[in-house]
């Protein structure tokens, strides 16, 4: 197949991010603009999903309709669970010979959350393997116990590695991870589902989808084997597997499994949620990158709504939707509503991750592209510059960012003329997307 040295594909990055267990998982970045997903939180071993501890913003508007805990009970239960999750994940250390006691407390929450929510209930779920653990807990060694240790050291030594875009250093961590994990918890436990999640998370943060694709499916087994396939986790699982597809341009593959943690959310969280939120942006820029922008839209909309509400207007998620709002302005040509909204994404990164994350990088890129489109080139081309050199640094230089980053600078030469310049960049893109992707990917 003879291609054109100067292709006249244009990118902008898309970015998914998602929350993952520690804390924000950052962005990952895709293709054609920076489209970001929400990453959500997997539960930890205790059982309670961190994306409702870490994300909690009160009672959802529609919360009559969900199952909740009398208002006086509530705050006690979620300060117990935290204590027993704490325990679990090696947090907090706990004489064994009081451990009985810690069981008998597992058992009187998991009666509490029957009582109030159901058995069905997502968070009686969570309660009924928090219990599990206990007394697989129990169980173990003093030996184990320093390994299980281990482990959560290593889980905060991953979230800050990848908080940096150190993304390959982060790996290795996970891969040590995971290894305890199955050694002390058992391949089918929710311990190694999570890390087999976050092990595929730092394979797609580096484009190495081939690695990814199994674990995640590992992910997803363990999931909704343990919780059940309409707990907020396992949505999680489905988000993260969708963007997967997505990066790989299999939009097909990643619509339905988008739409169901969107029907999950709403279901299990309520409507204003943040993590609701998460799915319904996921969703819209899945639509967007199609070009389905009347579908998209209201998407967009409801989720920068509830995350302002919710999360604060520097959030990273705040952020993400921001961005992508911005590149679907852009697609309609509303330059004058673009702008604003890649100059307020660009502030908050550089703010909160610093001015050499690969998420900074996204944000220069995309408003270098608007400048480009608008033909002020000299105002593209030192923030094109300068999102290439983080993307080399952080990501490496045959990963697929670096590669968008690449075609953006060599599109930017090529529409000042500069042939010379350009064709190297484009064919070294091109490369790296036909190594990475492969030749039948929309991006190659």
């Given amino acids: 197949m ?26 990952i970045l895709s293709i054609a603009a920076a489209d970001q997903s929400i990453r959500e939180v997997i539960p930890p071993v205790g059982g309670k999903s961190e994306t409702a501890k870490d994300l909690q913003a009160g009672p959802p508007s529609s919360a009559t ?18 204590r027993l999750d704490r325990v679990l994940t090696q947090q907090d250390p706990v004489d064994v010979a009081k451990s009985q006691i810690l069981l008998q407390e597992a058992q009187a929450l998991l009666q509490v959350r029957m009582q109030y929510q159901g058995n069905q209930w997502w968070q009686t779920a969570d309660a009924r393997q928090r219990l599990a653990n206990m007394r697989q807990w129990l169980t173990f060694t003093a030996t184990q116990r320093v390994e299980l240790a281990e482990a959560a050291e290593l889980r905060w030594q991953m979230g800050r590695l990848y908080r940096e875009g150190r993304y390959r250093e982060a790996l290795v961590q996970a891969t040590k991870r995971l290894e305890i994990e199955l050694r002390n918890w058992g391949e089918a436990h929710l311990a190694s589902g999570t890390s087999l999640n976050n092990l595929a998370e730092l394979y797609h943060a580096q484009g190495m989808y081939a690695q990814a694709g199994p674990l995640f499916e590992r992910a997803l087994e363990i999931f909704e084997k343990a919780l059940g396939p309409k707990h907020p986790s396992t949505a999680a699982i489905l988000k993260n597997m969708a963007q997967l597809y997505h990066a790989q341009g299999a939009y097909a593959q990643a619509l339905p499994l988008l739409e169901r943690a969107v029907a999950i959310h709403e279901q299990a969280m309520g409507p204003e949620h943040p993590n609701t939120a998460m799915s319904l942006n996921n969703l819209a820029e899945l639509y967007r990158v199609q070009g389905a922008n009347a579908q998209a839209l209201p998407l967009f909309e409801r989720a920068l709504g509830i995350f302002e509400k919710t999360l604060g207007p520097e959030d990273p998620n705040t952020v993400a939707n921001l961005n992508n709002l911005a590149l679907l302005y852009q697609a309609q040509g ?14 908050i990164t550089e703010k909160t991750l610093g001015p050499n994350h690969p998420t900074t990088a996204m944000s220069l890129n995309n408003l270098a592209e608007l400048y480009r489109a608008q033909g002020a080139y000299a105002q593209a081309g030192p923030l094109l510059e300068r999102a290439l050199a983080i993307t080399e640094k952080t990501l490496g230089p045959n990963h697929p960012t670096t590669a ?8 930017l030469y090529r529409a000042q003329g500069a042939y010379a310049q350009a064709g190297p960049l484009f064919e ?17």
């Fill in 65 to 82: 309709s969900l199952p909740q805990l009398p208002e006086a009970l509530a705050h006690q239960v979620a300060l117990d669970e935290d």
């Fill in 334 to 347: 509303a330059f004058a509503r673009t702008g604003p909204l890649f100059e307020r994404a660009l502030a």
């Fill in 428 to 444: 070294r893109a091109l490369a790296i997307h036909e190594q990475t992707l492969g030749p039948e990917h929309p991006n190659t």
């Fill in 2 to 27: 003879i291609r054109n040295a100067l292709p006249n594909t244009d990118y902008q990055w898309t970015q998914f991010i998602v929350l993952s267990w520690w804390l924000c998982f950052g962005p």
């Fill in 404 to 411: 968008m980053s690449l075609n953006n600078l060599a599109s």
